[in-house]
């Protein structure tokens, strides 16, 4: 069967993620048991894992996108806190690497990566969307980095990728202020190109338009 014809079948992978394929694309969906997909460690290695196989089916024409998206209420709440507070030097910055590591897996991927976004998209989780080729948010979907307000700042990436695409006064002020933003926000200052009500099924269409 080829890449264009339309076939879906679910692979659950542990906990962390469900992969599909849907007229010619893979879509990655993250899920996680409290519903937030939080990048922890593991979900992050596993995030690796995957991609670097989807890696080689896009090289190969198995798929001409690639498509990762969340729940209603979370694409991602960003890394795990809980888990950072307990990390050492040493291991901070073997997480800040690997984090790296994935968001630059993303950033070259061999087709379009499309971020497909509902609900929070946080800290960590706007890091991925960022490293992403385009972003799709539905109406309800909220960007932001919180991480001043704790005292943190990101080190997957998210600093430079956002200062490119909106500029680096509006990337300091949301960067420095943890400031929110929601969907029409995010579209008037092109962090995200569209706004509609099913991200994943556009991302579908404009995969195909191409």
């Given at each position: ?52 196989e989807l890696q080689l089916e896009a090289e190969t024409g198995g798929i ?105 006064p509006r990337a300091l002020q949301m960067f420095l202020l943890a400031e ?31």
């Amino acid at each position: 069967m080829s890449a264009d014809q339309t076939t879906t079948q679910e692979v659950h992978i542990g906990k962390r993620f469900r992969q599909y394929h849907d007229r010619g694309c893979a879509v990655l969906e993250l899920i996680s048991a409290d519903g937030t997909n939080k990048l922890g460690s593991d979900t992050i290695m596993a995030l690796r894992r995957q991609i670097q196989e989807l890696q080689l089916e896009a090289e190969t024409g198995g798929i001409k996108a690639l498509i990762i998206t969340g729940n209603e209420k979370f694409f991602s709440a960003g890394a795990d806190l809980n888990e950072i507070a307990q990390l050492t030097g040493p291991e901070a910055f073997v997480f800040s690497r690997s984090g790296q590591a994935l968001m630059n897996l993303i950033d070259h991927f061999p087709v379009p990566v499309i971020a497909a976004i509902q609900g929070y998209c946080m800290g960590g989780g706007m890091d991925l969307a960022l490293a992403c080729d385009f972003r799709i948010a539905a109406p309800n979907a909220v960007f932001g980095h919180r991480g001043a307000s704790l005292g943190l700042i990101t080190g997957w990436g998210g600093t430079q990728r956002l200062s490119r695409l909106i500029g680096r006064p509006r990337a300091l002020q949301m960067f420095l202020l943890a400031e929110m933003v929601g969907a029409a926000e995010a579209r008037s200052i092109g962090l995200v190109g569209d706004t509609v009500d099913d991200p994943v099924q556009r991302a579908i269409t404009r995969a195909n338009d191409v």
